[in-house]
């Protein structure tokens, strides 16, 4: 069968060069099935070719989140005014009121806005494993969603009960290294958009079953392992405990490192290891400062960019970008302020924000040459930015960059392209077709609109919220510090 061909015409390309350096370039784009097989001026279609007009329009790679928690879309809207203590129990731990069905609808909601604020590949922390239906509903949702994903099959800490605050100490029973045989002998999932990864954060586990665990994993063909790391975790710094195990190498991602060392940024390099900064969630809930535009560490060649918990904040990488990117500019400019000066030149780039949301993002996952640029070979994952809407005119026009990370919103994204596939025109998110997802899980199936599926989620929700309100949360809170070591002297009003 011949593939699908579909010609952007006349849009302005985001072309990345080999030093990085991101060229507005007017030409077409010709995606031949899920490849874009072509980038040249005036490109001649044949009879059989779609053609997209995109004149007055920008054309982008598509984002790459590489930290997220797709499942959480039924918790959304709790956590504004909440510090990672305060979300432990109310957005981490409910993974225990939600059953697979629960956590197929909350995966979708994720992996939908993902792609609605122009998301195309997601590296999915799915710390949500209660039992192998759930995992398998979450992945079924992902397949269904059509967003490239990462799909990090956690060995979840899973709770007991709530009242007392028991966590299962049995964190790798012989199920959940089974269940990822069992999906691991599915692939290609998906024909390939969908990849298995692993999630592991039990760091504190003895050297033995933490090396076991990760050559396991990795004999099955795993090539991306997840870890958090924050300032002031319990054990210290993961990044020189992987590598005193001799497990950091490039397979490895950590989330956050916002308490990294200059020793853990020297070992990060000098082993292609790779970190997730995710600004909104380290800036509100106390991890402390995003590291990626660090200057003291310097690890920006090794970063990626993550939304973290859709829970908490939006999906949109630009957000993201943009809140990195003035933070850490107003971060530079303190340090002049405070000896009576002014910076000659402004700190960090836009062109450097936009590369950690794209190019970066696909070195830190390992797919450089797959992802992260409109380039001939690579994957059709694409996005169109109307260039004459009110937030973009005429800064689109003078710097297409600058308009993508300083300028646009949401609104503003009229296609998304995953795969080849249009998930999204006309700024609007195309029906989904649950059937896709039914060779992984059998509990949905149809097609819905947005509309359809937003409807079952607020049902769930209110479900949900009926669980959740017969929890004591203080209660629950003192009982999560007690199971992981944290000393409550040290949470304290001010200094």
């Keep these: 069968m011949a593939a699908n061909l579909t010609l952007l015409q006349g849009g302005t390309l985001l072309i990345h060069g080999g030093d990085n350096h991101v060229k507005a370039v007017k030409a077409d784009l010709l995606i031949e099935g899920n490849i874009i097989s072509k980038i040249e001026a005036k490109i001649t279609p044949s009879t059989n070719t779609q053609v997209i007009d995109c004149t007055d329009k920008i054309i982008s790679p598509g984002f790459i989140d590489t930290h997220h928690h797709l499942w959480q879309t039924l918790l959304k809207g709790r956590h504004a005014n909440e510090t990672l203590i305060d979300y432990f129990p109310s957005g981490n731990f409910p993974s225990s009121l939600h059953s697979p069905a629960d956590m197929f609808w909350g995966e979708l909601g994720g992996c939908l806005e993902c792609l609605d604020v122009g998301t195309t590949t997601v590296v999915d922390h799915a710390h949500l494993n209660y039992s192998p239906e759930h995992s398998k509903a979450a992945i079924a949702a992902t397949m269904s969603s059509g967003i490239r994903s990462v799909f990090c099959y956690s060995a979840t800490p899973r709770l007991e009960s709530w009242e007392p605050f028991k966590l299962n100490h049995d964190l790798l029973p012989s199920w959940v290294l089974g269940t990822l045989e069992e999906l691991v002998a599915k692939n290609p999932i998906a024909s390939g958009r969908v990849q298995l990864g692993f999630a592991f954060d039990s760091t504190y586990l003895p050297k033995e079953m933490i090396v076991a665990t990760f050559e396991k994993v990795k004999s099955l063909g795993i090539k991306l392992i997840t870890t958090h790391y924050i300032n002031g975790m319990p054990g210290g710094s993961p990044v020189e405990l992987y590598h005193n195990y001799g497990l950091l190498d490039s397979s490895i991602l950590f989330s956050h490192a916002t308490g990294a060392s200059a020793n853990d940024a020297k070992l990060l390099l000098q082993t292609n290891s790779h970190v997730s900064t995710t600004p909104s969630t380290e800036m509100q809930m106390g991890h402390g400062r995003p590291v990626a535009f660090s200057s003291e ?5 090794h970063c990626g960019v993550g939304a973290d918990c859709h829970a908490n904040n939006s999906a949109s990488i630009i957000s993201e970008l943009r809140l990195l990117l003035q933070s850490a500019r107003s971060s530079h400019a303190q340090k002049f302020a405070e000896v009576g000066k002014t910076p000659k030149k402004v700190y960090k780039t836009v062109e450097e924000a936009f590369n950690l949301g794209t190019i970066g993002g696909a070195r830190a996952i390992n797919m450089e040459d797959k992802l992260g640029s409109l380039k001939v070979g690579k994957f059709a994952d694409i996005l169109v930015w109307d260039a004459m809407s ?38 609007m998110l195309k029906d989904i077709d649950l059937s896709a997802g039914r060779e992984m899980w059998s509990g949905e199936e149809g097609v819905k609109s947005w509309r359809d599926i937003a409807k079952e989620l607020v049902k769930r929700r209110t479900a949900m919220q009926e669980k959740v309100d017969q929890i004591d949360m203080e209660a629950a809170k003192k009982g999560v510090m007690k199971a992981f070591y944290i000393d409550e002297s040290t949470i304290v009003d001010e200094i």
Aim: hydrophobic letters at 50%; proline letters at 5%; one cysteine or more.
């Design 297 to 301: 560490l310097k690890i920006e060649s």
């Design 390 to 427: 009110s937030g973009m005119v005429c800064a689109s026009q003078f710097d297409p960059v600058a308009a993508v990370v300083l300028h646009s919103s949401p609104a503003d994204l009229e296609m998304v392209i995953v795969d080849g596939v249009v998930k999204k025109s006309e700024w």
